[in-house]
């Protein structure tokens, strides 16, 4: 966090200088404000100076600044929203920032209660998306990671109805009809987890994890969605879980579990024959 003292009532404040710092509410801020300014056609300094007054809790006066004010005004935007981005935002936190939008009901942090369906799905429109640009393909993202609640909990522990039918149907109909502003958060907020998800360190079954050994392996999995197809084959092929369906309604947390110990598998059998080859 930042403090900031406002000189002419000497009062001290703290404002987010990250993402991760923000609340969801805050973060929601953030970017109907940026929404606004691509409507109206603000620059990215009077779009800064709003976000900044609306996370110091200060109602804009309607008096004209005095040049001293204006210069603080925009070094303080200099030094604390760097990390927004200019023309387009950037985003990378990992708690949920939306954590519900009207009757649907997002994940939680960094995906941890998705199914490995559920994330295949996500990571396949994000793919498509991100290559077509259709309005469908983003739709279907945020219909796959927003659900209405369901009266049973998956194996993941999350009460989300199902992706198929009538009711993913009417979810979908609900997340197309969401503004622009929340599905880019959405999408934004999706791309910063799989990034994470390739890159990152977790905690998995008290062991240490660096997520980012799994696809520098020759042998492993690379890619977030076209391959993520071969790991479930993979997985399911081994019986390590059960069959297709039974691994799709696995927790994507106990596969990425399943990934490591394959992979230290893989290590030890590569030791052992470089071993053997020594001698």
Known sequence: ???IEIYETGKKV???????EMTPDQVQTVFKLHDEAIRKGWS??????RILYALLGIRPGRKRPTPRM???VAMLCERCLGFLGEEGLTFDGLANPLPRTRRLHGPG????????????AAARAEQAFLKEHRKEDLDELVAVLY??????????????????GRAFRKDLRR???LPDWQKRLVLLWFCSCLQYLQTGKLVLNGEDVDLSLLYQDPNSVKGPSATWNDLLFHIAREQTLGNIDRVEEEPLFSVLAIMWS??????????????????
Not at 44 to 49: A, G, K, L, T
């Open 1 to 3: 966090m930042t403090e």
């Open 14 to 20: 703290t404002m987010p200088s990250s993402w991760a």
């Open 44 to 49: 990215v300094m009077e779009r800064n100076v």
């Open 70 to 72: 204006a210069e603080n």
């Open 109 to 120: 942090e960094l995906l941890q209660d998705l199914t490995f369906g559920e994330f295949r």
């Open 147 to 164: 659900r209405s609640r369901w009266s049973r909990e998956n194996r993941a522990g999350r009460r989300a109805g199902p992706l198929t």
């Open 175 to 177: 997340a197309h009809r």
């Open 262 to 279: 394959n992979y230290k598998e893989a290590k030890r059998y590569e030791e052992t024959a470089k071993a053997r080859k020594g001698h």
